[in-house]
């Protein structure tokens, strides 16, 4: 198992790990790690490996290994991987993280704003979106209106952890149609927005939502009878 520290703290930038295995796809298996692995619509953290001599590996990506519980750090094209055993430091690609952050927390915004089924959804640095299902959202204009006038109060973002029994019993705090959250483990974390939102999610989000700055909706897409669409961008 790999302990995932930004479970707990999502604002750590870098940690001591040691190297424990080689994952079957070539990624390294850390006793623990501030990088998120890419899942739940969110892409998984960059950054850089740095050896007991100094020596800095380039930290492409980072994904769910091929064991329950594990997660691999992917090196750049032409990274020699360390030896299991070794020490390394793990410099996580902050400017990168802090945005998808930033995002991650605009669309539980975003969900809230719109409050019908969510089909599908992706994060990204520059532009991200939540397909919902419905058929005629309002003009864009208004979307972005309704989300910058939430993000302007400041709701304290935190987490919280409950049984996979205890959201069986509470199906509606899953959003999320198409991704159901990982089980297996006993528990689930939730993501809570003061006054505003609960829902399960594994992502990493920013502290309180003022955070997010302003957002602006791009686009709203038709994507089916009544899927539609939604494409937002940071504004800063």
Request: charged content about 25%; aromatic content about 2%.
């Amino acid at each position: 198992m790999t302990a995932r520290l930004y479970d707990e703290d999502a604002y750590l930038r870098e940690c001591d790990a040691t190297v424990v295995a080689i994952d079957e796809g070539g990624g390294l298996i850390l006793d623990r790690t501030i990088c998120y692995p890419t899942g739940g619509g969110q892409p998984g953290d960059a950054g850089h490996l740095v050896l007991p001599d100094g020596q800095r590996l380039t930290l492409a990506t980072t994904v769910k290994g091929t064991s329950p519980g594990t997660i691999a750090h992917v090196l750049g094209e032409g990274s020699e991987a360390p030896a299991v055993g070794t020490a390394v430091r793990v410099e996580l690609d902050w400017e990168q993280r802090h945005r998808h952050m930033r995002m991650h927390t605009a669309l539980h915004l975003l969900s809230t704003v719109l409050p019908f089924p969510v089909t599908g959804g992706k994060v990204g640095s520059e532009k991200s979106r939540l397909d919902f299902h419905l058929p005629e959202p309002p003009p864009k204009e208004e979307i972005t209106e309704a989300l910058n006038a939430l993000i302007a109060k400041d709701h304290a973002v935190s987490s919280q952890w409950i049984t996979e029994e205890e959201l069986a019993r509470s199906p509606e705090l899953v959003k999320t149609m198409s991704v159901a959250p990982p089980t297996g483990a006993g528990r689930i974390r939730l993501v809570r927005i003061e006054d505003c939102d609960l829902q399960a999610c594994g992502g990493t989000h920013v502290a309180r939502i003022a955070e997010i700055g302003e957002v602006v909706v791009r686009k709203v897409e038709n994507k089916g009878r009544q899927n539609r669409r939604v494409i937002v961008s940071l504004v800063g």
